[in-house]
């Protein structure tokens, strides 16, 4: 029987830091954990695209989540991901992971072959018919077959099991439309942001939290913006937002993902390593360019020391990039749509 809890706040899909010859760094892995959580990250999220959970053996993908679940002792709530690309060896890991004692198991939608929705319902029907842990679904169109709102409402319907889903599209009508389906016939379903450039209008519209590539390096940052935007302080979430976008933009689409995020990150002290992913001598030296770039913009809020040389006159976590006039727009509107309702 699914767990009646509803899956919320920022769940961290994190880095998984690697040592000198490329192996999973478990001591740094460990201490990263503890780091996210004493910085009020309300869960982890191992496996994820943040994760490069395709970059692992399925043996070092299970050795991932049992470091992070023993470190986390509990303190927290674990979405794991789960996805091994074939319904048989999914529903192992879901058995693997449920005797760890994660909250729930993430997987996501079929990717190579691009089903037809019949195709994605089968696939989770019948890896949920299966499951001893709670499912998420992980729609995440760029990369896997995409799940509609029929097979969502479909699968809320019939899968007790299946109790959130994480969408990665950026798509506000799409989870508008997702929540208007679903959330009346189970109330308890999730439904998670993986976009953080829309965060905080996510949650305006209904979202119960996020998994956000952006808290695994600013954790701060994304848990006040939570905090705000629930506690309908409108104008300092709608700032802080426009920052966390720029820092967004700058690790997102200046590099190849996540490398942006591995540059950040150790910008903060965590020694993550070289990805395994190989990067040409161009790459290493546009990954040296962002490297500096990102110090600038932690440097601006107060996480690191500017590079040596200093920052350029006029870049701002609050301006540079960032596209304002789009951002009023999607906020005003849910902001005028909450007030119409009597909602802020």
Same mark, same amino acid.
Request: aromatic residues 6%; contains cysteine.
């Given at each position: 029987?699914?767990?009646?809890?509803?899956? &919320?706040?920022?769940?961290? =899909?994190?880095?998984? +830091?690697?040592?000198?010859?490329?192996?999973? @760094?478990?001591?740094?892995? #460990?201490?990263?954990?503890?780091?996210?959580?004493?910085?009020?990250?309300?869960?982890?999220? =191992?496996?994820? *695209?943040?994760?490069?959970?395709?970059?692992?053996?399925? !043996? !070092?993908?299970?050795?991932?989540?049992?470091?992070?679940?023993?470190?986390?002792?509990?303190?927290?709530?674990?979405?794991?991901?789960?996805?091994?690309?074939?319904?048989?060896?999914?529903?192992?890991?879901?058995?693997?992971?449920?005797?760890? %004692? /994660? #909250?729930?198991?993430?997987?996501?939608?079929?990717?190579?072959?691009?089903?037809?929705?019949?195709?994605?319902?089968?696939?989770?029907?019948?890896?949920?018919?299966? &499951?001893?842990?709670?499912?998420?679904?992980?729609?995440?169109?760029?990369?896997?077959?995409?799940?509609?709102?029929?097979?969502?409402?479909?699968?809320?319907?019939?899968?007790?099991? $299946? /109790?959130?889903?994480?969408?990665? *599209?950026?798509?506000?009508?799409?989870?508008?439309?997702?929540?208007?389906?679903?959330?009346?016939?189970?109330?308890?379903?999730?439904?998670?942001?993986?976009?953080?450039?829309?965060?905080?209008?996510?949650?305006?519209?209904?979202?119960? %939290?996020?998994?956000?590539?952006?808290?695994?390096?600013?954790? !701060?940052?994304?848990?006040?913006?939570?905090?705000?935007?629930?506690?309908?302080?409108?104008?300092?979430?709608?700032?802080?937002?426009?920052?966390?976008?720029?820092?967004?933009?700058?690790?997102?689409?200046?590099?190849?993902?996540?490398?942006?995020?591995? *540059?950040?990150?150790?910008?903060?002290?965590?020694?993550?390593?070289?990805?395994?992913? +190989?990067? &040409?001598?161009?790459?290493?030296?546009?990954?040296?360019?962002?490297? @500096?770039?990102?110090?600038?913009?932690?440097?601006?809020?107060?996480?690191?020391?500017?590079?040596?040389?200093?920052?350029?006159?006029?870049?701002?976590?609050?301006?540079?990039?960032?596209? *304002?006039?789009?951002?009023? #727009?999607?906020?005003?509107? $849910?902001?005028?749509?909450?007030?119409?309702?009597?909602?802020?």
């Amino acid at each position: 029987m699914a767990d009646s809890q509803r899956l &919320s706040g920022i769940f961290t =899909p994190n880095v998984v +830091p690697l040592d000198a010859q490329g192996e999973i @760094n478990e001591a740094e892995t #460990r201490r990263y954990v503890d780091w996210l959580i004493e910085r009020g990250v309300h869960g982890l999220y =191992p496996n994820g *695209s943040t994760g490069e959970f395709p970059r692992f053996t399925a !043996e !070092e993908r299970r050795r991932i989540i049992e470091i992070i679940a023993d470190q986390t002792a509990g303190r927290v709530p674990i979405l794991a991901g789960a996805a091994e690309a074939n319904t048989r060896e999914t529903i192992k890991a879901c058995e693997h992971y449920h005797e760890l %004692g /994660v #909250r729930a198991v993430a997987i996501v939608s079929p990717f190579y072959y691009k089903l037809s929705p019949a195709g994605v319902y089968a696939y989770f029907k019948e890896i949920a018919d299966n &499951s001893p842990v709670d499912v998420t679904l992980y729609n995440i169109p760029m990369f896997a077959s995409p799940i509609d709102v029929p097979t969502v409402q479909r699968l809320a319907e019939e899968c007790p099991r $299946v /109790v959130a889903i994480k969408d990665s *599209s950026g798509d506000l009508p799409h989870m508008m439309r997702m929540i208007a389906k679903v959330r009346p016939l189970r109330p308890n379903f999730s439904f998670l942001t993986g976009w953080d450039a829309a965060l905080m209008p996510m949650l305006l519209l209904g979202c119960d %939290g996020g998994t956000n590539a952006t808290s695994g390096v600013v954790p !701060e940052i994304t848990r006040k913006l939570y905090d705000l935007t629930l506690a309908h302080d409108l104008d300092k979430a709608c700032k802080l937002q426009y920052r966390l976008l720029t820092l967004f933009d700058a690790m997102l689409l200046s590099s190849e993902f996540p490398e942006g995020f591995r *540059s950040a990150l150790r910008l903060r002290g965590i020694q993550t390593g070289v990805g395994r992913q +190989p990067q &040409s001598p161009t790459q290493q030296v546009q990954l040296h360019e962002l490297s @500096n770039q990102l110090q600038c913009l932690l440097a601006e809020e107060g996480f690191t020391q500017e590079p040596i040389g200093g920052c350029p006159v006029g870049e701002s976590l609050k301006g540079g990039g960032v596209d *304002s006039a789009a951002v009023d #727009r999607i906020v005003d509107s $849910v902001v005028g749509e909450l007030r119409r309702r009597g909602m802020s």
